[in-house]
């Protein structure tokens, strides 16, 4: 069985202030992770995904997120938030290729000036 | 590449009727999945299509949901008779077999209101 833990519902930045959305996962085989993100009106979007191989990934729109088995966690970052990057962020996990995705409850990142 | 369509965008019902969901995969994608989110709630598996046959079906909540995806193409979800439970947003993803299967492409969803 498979779970995501997202902790914050919801998270508020400052516009050119550091992002980061925590992400914690179970899983009882090696976890395939992602990051989505849901702009208003509009369906997910993947952001970036770890598989194998590096543990530090970068994805779309300055986001990067790090694979730390030790701590189960799937963090995700970027160094200067910009208005556009006000939406809903979720991390999912999957059992690999061609599995479901088990989601998080999802954190609404919201950016003020 | 046209990405992953659903019809209709917003359905509204009253408790008791009827309503079919659509989803159109991209092209190729051999691997087509449902998801629904509940207000307030995560995102959760409802079932799996590889081609046209139901690969895992474990998310299903009851026997008021039926899934077909005749031709291995677009897929229909129909919620007979609906309850006020089944509000929710239904979201379809696909993704390709073998090399890139990992990667699943959502369409916009429909939302769903049974009154």
């Known amino acids: 069985a498979q779970s995501v833990t997202q902790l914050g519902s919801h998270v508020s930045v400052s516009e050119g202030a550091l992002v980061l959305l925590r992400c914690n996962y179970s899983s009882s085989v090696p976890p395939y992770l992602f990051w989505y993100v849901q702009y208003p009106n509009q369906g997910l979007q993947l952001l970036l995904k770890y598989t194998t191989g590096a543990t530090l990934v970068k994805g779309i729109n300055g986001f990067e997120a790090e694979f730390k088995k030790s701590e189960t966690s799937f963090h995700l970052t970027k160094p200067s938030a910009h208005m556009s990057d006000a939406a809903e962020y979720f991390c999912?996990?999957?059992?690999?290729?061609?599995?479901?995705?088990?989601f998080g409850t999802g954190t609404q990142l919201k950016v003020e000036l | 590449e046209a990405g992953v369509t659903q019809f209709p965008s917003h359905s509204v019902i009253e408790k008791g009727q009827t309503v079919t969901l659509r989803c159109d995969p991209i092209?190729?994608?051999?691997?087509l999945y449902w998801y629904r989110r509940v207000m307030g709630k995560e995102i959760k598996f409802l079932l799996h299509f590889v081609k046209e046959s139901k690969q895992d079906e474990s998310g299903m909540p009851n026997n008021r949901f039926l899934a077909e995806r005749t031709g291995g193409t677009y897929s229909t979800l129909k919620v007979q008779p609906a309850e006020l439970e089944d509000s929710g947003v239904y979201f379809c993803a696909s993704s390709r077999q073998g090399e890139g299967t990992d990667t699943q492409y959502f369409g916009p969803g429909t939302r769903l209101t049974v009154l």
């Open positions: 092209s190729g994608h051999d691997n």
């Open positions: 999912a996990v999957s059992a690999g290729g061609g599995n479901k995705l088990t």
